[in-house]
């Protein structure tokens, strides 16, 4: 891999907050092995790159417990995710870099208990929405001379993420054959969250020799902002639960990733393989954390594979869930205390994601 690596990894990484990854708003981002990324900072170069993620979530857990009754009765939450990330980057002088990452989302949810609800006769139906999601500006810096440790080095970043995308689209829900009611889609396939965050980073690499190595990243999106203020109720009216335990408004939560693994380089293929986990918590580090949300985490298991041509890259990463955890929010656990009786909401998961792009240099 050459210096052309170093605009791909800090691109994939930059991605993070573009889609959820199904009902648990866990905002993913593709994978890339970071061998040999420190080689060479051109400072005269430019690099776009563009990436194209799907996944199809359906499968609904409660904690680590999969609900398979839902997929029995044919009562389960379908999203269908696509994300095109459009990412520009610079390599700076002495280390540092900057790039700017701008997400276009298509989503579209298929449900039954939104609509005629669950059980009903001809109640599923599907909304959708489409465009820009949340903007992000990041800049890197690289801490050790490449020329003093050439195997390894240590990155760290620091970005912020714009509320660009709209956190209030709307769709119709379809209630009956003649009713039909507008209102705000579901948190899992709004293009935004509504808050303005900023995101840390750190991203380490070691290479054994010229054809092994191991990398690590850790990523946390802070989002201060407590609520967006876009209502849950879907265009109806509220239920007393989310009134009496904080869920009538879409929280804005925070986000959080780790990723760390090896890879092997023949010629101008490299090949790699990690463990991935995607974490919403159900408390954010700064500023309040009610509203609705679904936290939880996925592991993955992460295969990955590129090419290397002379000015670009291909590549294309499949992480597999080996585990599935949605956990108690916060209004969750507010109900559990006002009741006596442990409460804790489902959420849908997908069981693979797919990730497929390039990055060109000029």
Known sequence: ????????????????QAQSQGCVAIRSTGG??????????DSTKWMLSVSNRYFKSFRH???????KQRLEQGTEVINHAYTLDLALFRNLKNGWSIGLD?????????????HGGNGA??????????????????????LIDQTKMPKGNIQVGLGLKLPTGDYRYQD??????????????????????GGTGFTTEVNAFYNFNDHVGVYGNFYYLFNPREQN???????????????????????VPDQMMVRAGASVTFNKFTFSAGVRDECQPSKDLIGGSMGFRRP???????????????????YAYVPFAVKRNRTQSVADKLKTEATGVYAQGDAAFADYLVNIGASFKF
């Open 1 to 16: 891999m050459t210096k052309l690596a170093i605009f791909s990894v800090l691109y994939l990484l930059l991605t993070y």
């Open 32 to 41: 890339f092995c970071t061998r040999d990324q420190a080689l060479g900072h």
């Open 229 to 251: 203020g876009v209502s849950t109720a879907r265009g109806g009216a509220l239920s007393a639960d989310a009134v009496n335990y904080g869920t009538s408004v879409m929280s």
């Open 172 to 193: 119709f829900f379809i209630k009956n054959d003649s009713t039909k009611v507008l209102g705000p889609v579901d948190q899992s396939i709004q293009l935004g969250d």
């Open 121 to 142: 006769k001809n109640a599923r139906h599907s909304t959708h929405s489409f465009g820009v999601g949340d903007i992000r500006i990041a800049v890197y810096r690289w």
């Open 102 to 114: 701008v997400p276009v989302i298509s989503n579209a949810r298929s449900s039954m208990y939104e």
């Open 296 to 314: 939880g985490y996925i592991i993955s298991i992460e295969p990955g594979l590129n090419y290397q041509f002379k000015k670009a890259t291909v």
């Open 61 to 67: 857990f409660v904690g680590t417990e999969e609900q």
